[in-house]
């Protein structure tokens, strides 16, 4: 039971990565491909009306942590307390630039908005990605399974470590050209003119530069946690994942030569849930890797609740999940279609 309810918070991540991750990178790029205003409402018309459905994912997998694993849940929230309010700040800004921004027909109004939107955007991704280092390192936990992490420490990667360390900000700026090239095939996907053209061309560099930084950050990954990656190959849902990122890869490669933008944009979301999947079952049992010598880690089996609690909530999870993704699915196809920019003034 604990093992199915990890898969579940893994997908619920996963979905959160994809659906939201491409709004971050487009957020994010959105200054330097959208050249006007206009086109920069136009980024913001092509995130759509979901952009706020998306972090529904992320609440979800909230709500998973607090009802399956309480005690990772608790470890978390208060070792990651300052790391939570930075991340609730970027995602309010956020919001709203995103539902303000276009209010008043201003430049510097419009201009302030847009650059508070690029920066959380950016934000967001380092954030998240600060975080997922954090996971794959391992974090400072007590004897009673408490922690404590400041912002930074000494760098280093063993004892009382810090959020940000040598390994993590490179999973950070990993995980930030990721999305940006994920939103970029996104932008080009989704809307048209010359904001296609240049996020098109934006997505090309940015998935080079990604395919540059993979095999960088796996073997700064291998050193950091020893046997991640023979745990990926003796496991068939890691192996599974690896065939995912390489399909992907070349369903983004396949692609961009062909100008397929929802080709392209199927193997990026591909490569974003492959990574999620094959950590996900590299690191299973452990949840949280404790850095310090002699302290046990929590792990899915000692930091879930009662059996019965998680088989009883086990019954609800798909009726909301496919309430969730049937709503995701009909505001996708009722906004389809690619988003042409407005006339100037407007």
């Known amino acids: 039971m604990t093992a199915a309810w990890y898969g579940i918070l893994a997908l619920m991540f996963a979905g959160f990565a994809v659906g939201e991750g491409w709004n971050f990178g487009a ?4 200054l330097f491909v959208a050249r006007t205003r206009a086109e920069r409402r136009q980024v913001v018309a092509a995130i759509g009306p979901l952009w706020s459905w998306n ?7 909230g709500g998973v942590l607090v009802m399956a694993f309480p005690r990772v849940f608790a470890a978390a929230m208060s ?3 300052l790391a939570v309010f930075l991340l609730l700040w970027c995602l309010v800004l956020r919001g709203i630039a995103l539902e303000v921004g276009g209010h008043l027909d201003d430049a510097m109004w419009q201009d302030f908005w847009n650059v508070i939107f690029a920066a959380s955007s950016a934000a967001l991704a380092v954030l998240f990605g600060a975080a997922f280092g954090n ?16 912002l930074f420490d000494d760098l280093g990667r063993r004892g009382r470590v810090g959020i940000l360390d040598w390994f993590t900000i490179s999973v ?7 999305l940006a090239a994920h939103g970029a095939t996104g932008l080009a996907r989704r809307t048209a003119g010359a904001l296609e053209v240049r996020s098109a061309r934006a997505a090309a560099r940015l998935w080079i530069a990604t395919v540059v930084l993979l095999p960088v950050v796996s073997i700064e990954t ?4 020893p046997g ?6 003796e496991r068939p849902l890691g192996q599974l994942s690896f065939a995912v990122v390489v399909a992907g890869l070349g369903a983004v490669l396949a692609g961009t030569r062909r100008r397929a933008q929802t080709l392209a944009f199927v193997g990026s979301s591909a490569v974003i849930l492959g990574l999620i999947a094959g950590a996900a079952a590299s690191m299973y049992p452990v949840m949280l890797q404790s850095t310090i010598e002699g302290t046990p880690s929590i792990t899915a089996e000692n930091g879930a609740a009662d059996v019965y609690a998680l088989r009883v909530a086990l019954g609800w999870w798909p009726v909301a999940l496919a309430l969730s993704v049937g709503y995701a699915a009909f505001v996708g196809w009722r906004y389809r279609g690619k988003v042409a920019a407005e006339p100037e003034g407007r």
């Open 228 to 233: 991640f990656f023979t745990a990926i190959t």
């Open 27 to 30: 957020g994010a790029l959105h």
């Open 172 to 178: 950070a700026v990993f995980t930030l050209v990721l």
């Open 55 to 61: 972090e529904v994912w992320l609440i979800a997998a």
């Open 135 to 150: 996971l794959l390192r391992g974090v400072p936990l007590d004897a009673d399974g408490r922690m404590f992490l400041p």
């Open 79 to 81: 070792g990651y307390y």
């Open 222 to 225: 291998a050193i950091v946690r």
